[in-house]
């Protein structure tokens, strides 16, 4: 109707001056002419969100604001970088995601960079972000609008339609991955995406136990190739997409109500962010409502069971939300850098571990 009225318009400022022949020939040509600029604004891959995110401030803001951009087009693979200030951490994490192997397919990179509190932008890690070249697929660097914290850059950077067979792995700033981490990540999302309590695919090798009264790292036996586990990895983290979906949904629903916390009884985590909410400080612990949504659902991660605790990424422990620099971190945890045919056979139903560190019956 717009596109008609403008015509008609035209038209009669037209008429005014020209025959009738040459005029009703320009109307006509006037009109092909906006037609089809509408239709290459409609069609055209340049004015298409790239992916589908939430996109929100601060979690502390009350006027938080939320959106959501629908994917257009699905690649094999996601990588959603996050990063705040760490520039030499953004290099190594990207160097090594050069060096991995991805077969040709379809790959896409984002790197996601918060804003401080005050709306900047590190400079030093937007260079490297900016002049770095990815040579396995598209690249694309992304700055938040504002300050959105590691809940925004977690929960807010990925968001699949229904549709979507796209895999998508997140990974923080101070990792390096496993020349091999989508080879596992093609295997298991392939055997297992079908199953609805699993909620994703953890990257990391070394996991402490998680239950109130343990101490010391899950050691599970490795006649086990793999195994599921009631809390999440962070240190690389693969969602299913229909798991994700509902979490991220769930997760925007009750942010809201001040009277609700995560907490699930008999676990560290919940004991971490008690302490956190004390200091005012939750805004660091975004996992809890992802563990609280797990366990609510009866949901387990997958993690990999290789020899000796090699995971397919390692953490620097550098210094941040999560660790200091009294920390120790002169020795990473070991990286799987050998590929083996026996690691693609998994079992039908992985032993499940509790997080006491114990063996449970898988569901048959």
Not at 267 to 280: D, F, N, T
Not at 296 to 309: A, G, I, L, V, W
Request: proline share 4%; glycine share 4%; hydrophobic share 35%.
């Amino acid at each position: 109707m717009i596109v008609r009225a403008l015509t008609r318009r035209l038209c009669k400022q037209i008429l005014k001056r020209k025959s009738y022949p040459t005029l009703k020939f320009m109307c006509f040509a006037a009109f092909l002419l906006i037609f089809f600029v509408i239709v290459l604004f409609r069609t055209s891959d340049m004015f298409k969100p790239k992916h589908r995110m939430f996109l929100f401030c601060s979690i502390s803001d009350n006027e938080e604001r939320y959106r959501a951009f629908t994917f257009e087009h699905d690649v094999d693979l996601s990588v959603i970088v996050i990063v705040y200030n760490r520039a030499e951490s953004l290099q190594r994490l990207l160097e090594s995601l050069n060096n991995a192997q991805f077969y040709g397919d379809n790959i896409a990179l984002h790197v996601w960079i918060d804003r401080s509190q005050n709306g900047t932008i590190d400079s030093s890690t937007y260079k490297v972000a900016r002049d770095f070249t990815f040579t396995h697929g598209q690249y694309y660097v992304h700055n938040q609008t504002c300050h959105v914290g590691i809940y925004g850059q977690w929960i807010g950077a990925w968001y699949p339609r229904n549709s979507s067979s796209e895999i998508a792995v997140i990974l923080e700033d101070d990792l390096t991955v496993s020349p091999y981490f989508y080879k596992w990540l093609k295997v298991v999302h392939n055997k297992f995406d079908n199953r609805p309590d699993i909620n994703g695919y953890s990257l990391q090798g070394v996991s402490i136990k998680h239950g109130i009264d343990q101490d010391g790292f899950l050691d599970v036996n490795k006649t086990h190739k793999a195994f599921l586990y009631p809390i999440l990895g962070t240190w690389g983290f693969s969602p299913n997409n229909r798991n994700w979906r509902a979490f991220s949904d769930w997760y925007m629903m009750v942010r809201g109500d001040p009277s609700f916390q995560p907490y699930v009884e008999g676990i560290h985590p919940s004991v971490w962010y008690q302490e956190q909410l004390e200091k005012g400080q939750q805004d660091r612990m975004w996992s809890m409502w992802f563990i609280y949504y797990a366990w609510m659902h009866k949901e387990y991660t997958m993690y990999s069971n290789f020899k000796d605790h090699q995971g397919l990424t390692i953490n620097w422990k550098e210094p941040g939300l999560h660790y200091s620099k009294s920390d120790d971190v002169t020795k990473p945890d070991p990286l799987l850098l050998d590929w083996k045919s026996e690691y693609e056979d998994l079992p039908d139903n992985p032993v499940i571990v509790d997080v006491n560190g114990n063996e449970m019956i898988p569901k048959s």
